[in-house]
């Protein structure tokens, strides 16, 4: 694969293009590590109980909508309350998320298998065992984020 950086005294916001004709794990490792250059994501506040905890984002699996809450879902399916939107969400997040229907976003790395729904749907399951849908509005997005196409 051939590489090339451009170097600026002046470049205020660093990023990074890639051209593939196929995600692979190493590229995949490679936009991991370059994902946390430079980030400054805190860890996240979320309520579960009572009491409040900070939550590290990679440690997230799934964030969705139930009734008028945002709620995560971690590793070990522990739940919580976010008093974010889902909307800020998805932008505090970036790219290690995707959004895969208007009440939910997964993490990427967390995804376990995916499989035909009804409906034109795809059911998504988590590595945690959590599961949701893939609606078609959000399913062409989905596929070419992960390379599917």
Known sequence: ?????N????????HAVLYLRQMSPAVAEAVSIL????ADLLPLTAVRDGKTYFLEPGGLELIRTEGREVICY???KNRYRLDRPLYEMERYLGE???RVSKSAIVNIRRISHVSAGFNG???????NGM?????????KS??????LQ
């Open 96 to 98: 290690a998320f995707v």
């Open 142 to 147: 989905f596929k070419e984020r992960l390379g």
């Open 35 to 38: 994902e946390k250059e430079g």
């Open 121 to 127: 749907s795809l059911e998504l399951v988590m590595k």
């Open 7 to 14: 170097i600026h005294a002046a470049c205020t916001d660093p």
């Open 74 to 76: 971690d590793k070990l």
């Open 1 to 5: 694969m051939r590489v090339e950086c």
């Open 131 to 139: 599961e949701d849908y893939i609606s078609r509005s959000f399913r």
